[in-house]
């Protein structure tokens, strides 16, 4: 199973911008698909963003399209979420998950906490 940590979470002000990194460590990470989630206080936990193990295919939620941008670098075992014009409604602690491309088991990170300050 492969292990991911987040991080780059903090405070930032309303139309600030946030970048997340995810690294991965235990398995060939070339094999996942990985993605962003987020949980804001009292919701369930949403999708963000996507990026296929090769790291040629992505797709956004709604809410964050246009202004966020996943990559993933498979020589750095890293994937990383770029954020602008953050809202309030983009608190939330974010999450990394991995899932393998073939065999479908996923893994979750921690969590990294953003709160945005009006």
């Known amino acids: 199973q492969v292990q991911l940590v987040e991080s780059g979470g903090g405070l930032v002000q309303a139309g600030g911008s946030l970048r997340l990194s995810c690294t991965a460590s235990?398995?060939?990470?070339?094999?996942?698909?990985m993605g962003w989630f987020r949980q804001a206080p009292g919701k369930e936990r949403e999708f963000v963003a996507h990026i296929n193990y090769r790291g040629d295919s992505t797709r956004y939620a709604d809410s964050v399209k246009g202004r966020a941008i996943i990559s993933k670098d498979n020589t750095k075992n890293m994937v990383t979420l770029r954020m602008d014009s953050l809202q309030s409604e983009d608190t939330a602690v974010y999450y990394c998950?991995?899932?393998?491309?073939?065999?479908?088991?996923?893994?979750w990170g921690q969590g990294t906490q953003v709160t945005v300050s009006s």
């Open positions: 235990g398995r060939p990470f070339s094999n996942y698909n």
């Open positions: 998950r991995a899932e393998h491309y073939a065999y479908g088991t996923i893994s």
